[in-house]
């Protein structure tokens, strides 16, 4: 008997998540104020999380124990199973083994509600009630509003209009959640309507909506924000997802030589790696790569540099790659990972050759996706499926060289709600998108200068 | 620490179907030919499908085995994890403990693919590598097509209309898997073209699909035609839901006291219920409740008559409760239940009163739907939702006479593709359908006579 689902029982969740900043040999340049320019303190970002996130996002403690309120719902999903993909390695005659961590089982269907049920805890705990956010392709705004729902406490969502349009019922189940939802660039912010007046149709972008959300948050007193990616205890919640997933591969004799994950502010990557990346500081060989798409390149085009995490200038500065916090990614299914910059942690260790970063085209991944349903059934996420696309790179060297290498991606989200995505690659109307040097250089000028 | 995912390892996934015919009491009336109205013989079923699932049909063999090729595709994403709903149970204050077997786990996100997949291997193993069929929600067009994708068969579905233009994700779900789809009424048959020339607007019903459907496997030599419930092949298939849960069950010290599953065809309850209907025509107390929709009532209102399958009288006649084969039901989102008969089998069974049957409306399906996305995370398909109505009804019963009952319920499919209608019952768009009874008379008159 082949066994291809390789499970967990409920007692070994991880009772903690791991913080990589306990273990980076060097850490990150410090978030700096907007206006000062000098680093800041849990005092600055009072005003948008509650003190416990402040205290995560810099905390050095390696673990970090995690509520039992937060277990008990992470119980109604995790552990998430691991799956060997043998449909995928036969169609692709590789000597690779290739498994999957599959964070689509989550009601949301992504692994956004690991972190997303930690933050709505967290404000509940400190008495905040109602908290705003933005989502890119709705993965993270129905994660929020998911666990909001299941803490009593209303959300708001501002969500990049083009991907409003292009998954309607990203809004349904944010409404069957109880959330509230509004297309970004909207008419309830000062920035949207600003944007609105300058371009009526604008597609939007994930920071002009962080701008809408802040300013919502800003606005109403009582109202948090919070942040699906990017930020350093958003990534240490995904933990769960590596800690899970190297007691799976223990299981059954395993430990990947090489591990993959699509990067848009890089939460999902970070969940699945961190762990893996700790055993890689302390000398293990183990190759660890990042994809982007090519039309949102931030780290194999952007700068090294600080720049805000959104469009108005609202964020703290962020030490990251960036391709400009003016910059609007075309309009490429993959909503998730259309951001300007990519979080600090990830940034910082894609600086120190920690792990290695490629872009891919929409087309090669629309296939890789295709093949994936194909062989395996699960319909990928648009995000997702530049993993795969990675994953299919690495199984087909494999078959060229003869190398037995053990290959494990994070199988993200399914893409039930992007299945336009696919008619239109099916209809043959994507294309690849090169996004212009000039455009990139004009978004770079505007980057702040920092003395 | 609470359990609530209770998985069963991949080697425990039952090797053989059950067939409740080598238990029941007395056997449903044998299916008649449509022209002579003698019983049929295997080789008047010959040209529709194949010799195999022919047998299976009539075979009084108690456990049939599963062929090892198709537990290797079962393997993609069985055995479906049991769940403790203690959310669900909480909301409701209710003592009585609340099971259900999570069949949304499969990637066409329903139980259908427990029967596809077996239908599409024995059509293989025969050399036939057309199949035609219909669907009426598009869970069992999107199952068969994604089981015939793997087994390199070319799929052909029909699609209630009504469903089609509700439900387009389902369409390119089908064509992800490489299927061919038509909205029927379609131009593509006689049957068809008959129906549209009297009704351009015909909503179009199952009985009309399963025409279209048998016309094309009919008039395409070498095509053969899947049917995704009602006969005895396929309850059989999905009785893996039952001998797993029965299993998963017993692993933690439980057994159920009531088993709950909605109706259609009756395929997916039939799964869950028969291998446990087992025990109770050998003595054992159960509670087996099906569920239909008030709007579509074959069992609760219809005739226990032989009918025809379909709209066109193509099929054997069947002995089963129905409505009429005329019979078209209104636009109920519940599209999967909008069927005239029922399964020869359950009718059998609800005639004999070893299950009972209840009818509820829409609006009380749709609000316990949202409970339950609201407190355990998972959408419901509109067609689960009628399950989860009786279930809720179970529970505060249990409270009003503080009974600590056991339930279990199939949790047959999400509602990924079918958020559309939670916006309308959000929306206030929804309303109860209680189906005329001089309608209902009016099909009745048609029932064909049978001396």
Redesign the interface.
Known sequence: ?????I?L???KIPQQWYNIQADLKKLPDPPLHPATKKPIGPDDLAPIFPMELIKQEVTMERFVAIPEDIL?IY???RPTPLVRAY?LEEALATPARIYFKNES?????SHKPNTAVAQAYFNKKEGFNRIATETGAGQWGSALS?AC??FDIECIVYMVKVSYQQKP?RR??I????GKIYASPSEQTETGRKILAEDPDSPGSLGMAISEALEETISHPGTKYALGSVLNHVLMHQTVIGLEAKEQMKSVGEYPDVIIGCIGGGSNFAGLAFPFAKDKINGKDIDIIAIEPAASPSITKGLYSYDFGDLSGLTPLLKMYTLGHGFIPPKIHAGGLRYHGMAPLVSAMAKQKLINVNAIQQLETFESG?LF??T????PAPETTHAIAEVIRQAKKCKETGTEKTILFNFSGHG??D??A??DY?AGRLSNYQYPKELIDAAMAQLPKID
Chains 1, 2 share one sequence.
Do not use: C, K
Not at 1 to 5: A, E, G
Not at 175 to 178: A, C, H, I, M, P
Not at 376 to 379: D, L, P, S
């Open positions: 008997m082949v066994q291809s689902i499970t029982s409920q007692d008990d119980r109604l999903w449909r089982v989550s009601p949301p269907g998911f729902n299941l019922y349904s189940l409404e069957v959640w109880n295709l349903a194909r395996q059934g699960i319909v039930h709600f299945l336009s696919y008619d099916l």
